[in-house]
């Protein structure tokens, strides 16, 4: 039996409340939001430099899948990447994962993380972790509790117990509570034995399992159905869409951790870890701006920012100069298609803009203008009444799929790279400074067979010019 340390990623969120920058078809974690790698990327590097360190488990939205494979080649890392078909919390997402990972008798202990947390003290952490795993291998559910040090009404609270040992780092777990209000925040932080919840949690596959035997066995059965159909292809995991969307939705707290501080005859022995390693959930504007590098005035900026007189104060661009004055504790964040405005107390309230905006159907709720795709990406660069102007780039050896589109015709400019084009039962090289016009209802598929990526600009040009316009005859990706 192999019982390596198998790091689980979670994947699942959409990161609301940080729109524009992260939409539901491209959430934060797939962002570089404080570093030069992004937040996935991130996370699933936090264990390296741990012994009996396993490839990843990942979880995530089936949609998210070419992002967060690309994202892991950058890395230079394998790993299991398991699909749901639809987002059921992060109870049914671990218990795959813990399902998956006893494939072949192993009973691996799995190190869970979101995908969208930041940690700054990476060696504190590993560090903890470490102990961790310990008590783990001993058949304990271990959980990070965050040392509090203001009064947050924005996150659950775990209560610490006594020590495991008298010279421990491990606490027994007393109590698991809800997000506080202000007052009864203050009093946990006076109090010294509350310490803020991370999502964070450190056990063996068989540890989780075995409690949710006792505590959600729906859950249990409906992961197990799931799996007992699923498909591989390559490193993805194909959960089955059917079974799956039986399965009840519930968070690994409230599924299994509560019930164990409990002590409940039967389930796991719990204990909780204090932590203090510049730790954040990044779940708003304001949050994000507390963890990155800040000027004397405390300012923090990304991108091509000019600020007068601020303080405190987050700017972001992503594609323009974007200028502030005499501006305190507020956030501005520019993307192509939409900007942010707000204080620093109401960026919690960003999702209701996102709901707004869901309501009216549309699309920047849900998408940036820059659209990533398997073989690359296209950007909206211009639309209007039947016609729309399109920026796209393929990646060297990637192809679209061979489609027609019923509504539109298509005007296709090389910028840099070579395009093997099928139009028909043509085939033919369109390089730099030359093009060609593929007619409304002729087959057709555009590829890049060199070795530097394809820029083109595509004018479309019909009555209807929607993404749903696609029939695909044949598709390297498996889209259908």
């Known amino acids: 039996m192999i019982n390596k340390i198998t790091p689980v990623v979670l994947s699942g969120g959409s990161g609301t409340r940080l729109w524009p920058l992260s939409r539901e078809k491209y959430p934060k974690q797939l962002l570089p939001l404080v570093g030069d790698n992004t937040m996935l990327q991130e996370t699933v590097a936090r264990l ?42 992060t109870a049914p997402a671990l218990t795959l994962a813990a399902l998956w990972a006893q494939r072949g008798g192993d009973d691996p202990v799995l190190v869970v993380m979101p995908a969208d947390h930041v940690i700054l003290e990476g060696e504190v952490f590993r560090g903890a972790v470490t102990r961790a795993v310990g008590l ?30 008298p010279d421990d780092a491990a606490y027994s777990l007393a109590r698991f509570v809800e997000k506080p209000d202000r007052d009864t925040a ?52 194909r959960i089955d869409r059917a079974e799956f ?31 203090s390693a510049g730790w954040s959930d990044v779940g708003a504007w304001d949050a994000l701006w507390k963890v990155l590098p800040k000027c004397e005035a405390g300012n923090a900026t990304r991108g091509d920012v000019l600020l007068e007189s601020c303080r405190n104060t987050l700017a972001v661009s992503e594609s323009r100069l974007v200028t502030c004055i005499g501006l305190s504790d507020v956030v501005v964040v520019e993307t192509n298609d939409a900007v942010l405005v707000a204080r620093h107390d109401a960026t919690q309230d960003v999702k209701k803009i996102v709901d707004r905006l869901k309501a009216e159907k549309r699309s920047v709720a849900q998408w940036h203008r820059k659209v990533h795709r398997p073989w690359g990406w296209y ?17 060297p050896g990637a ?8 509504h539109r015709a298509e005007h296709w400019i090389v910028v840099t790279g070579t ?14 400074n030359q093009s060609t016009y593929i007619p409304l209802g002729t087959r057709h598929r555009l590829e890049n067979p060199g070795i530097v990526p394809l820029e083109m600009i595509e004018v479309q040009s019909g009555s209807y010019l929607g993404e749903d316009d696609i029939v695909r005859f044949e598709d390297t990706y498996g889209r259908s």
């Open 48 to 89: 390296d430099g741990i012994a009996d360190l396993a490839d990843p488990f990942l979880v995530c939205n089936e949609e998210h899948r070419f992002a967060v494979a690309e994202q892991l080649r950058l890395l230079g890392k394998r790993g299991q990447i398991l699909l749901e078909p639809f987002g059921r919390n």
């Open 136 to 165: 783990a291998e001993q058949g304990l559910a271990v959980t990070f509790g965050i040392t509090p040090d203001c009064p947050e009404t924005g996150y659950g609270y775990i209560q610490r117990g006594e020590r495991i040992a």
């Open 186 to 237: 203050q009093a946990y932080l006076d109090a010294g034995d509350y310490l803020w919840n991370s999502g964070i949690f450190v056990m063996k596959a068989s540890t989780w399992l075995s409690a949710l035997t006792l505590c959600r066995p729906d859950i249990l059965a409906a992961c197990t159905k799931a799996l007992a159909a699923v498909s591989q292809d390559g490193d993805f995991v």
């Open 245 to 275: 969307e039986k399965c009840p939705s519930d968070s690994i707290d409230y599924a299994v951790m509560e019930r164990l501080s409990t002590g409940q005859d039967g389930l796991p022995k719990s204990a909780v870890i204090p932590l």
């Open 379 to 395: 950007d909206g660069v211009d639309a209007g009444e039947r016609f729309q102007v399109k920026r796209i780039c393929v990646k």
């Open 399 to 406: 192809s679209l799929s061979l489609q027609m589109h019923h």
């Open 419 to 432: 395009a093997k084009v099928t139009k028909g039962d043509e085939t033919f090289l369109v390089t730099e």
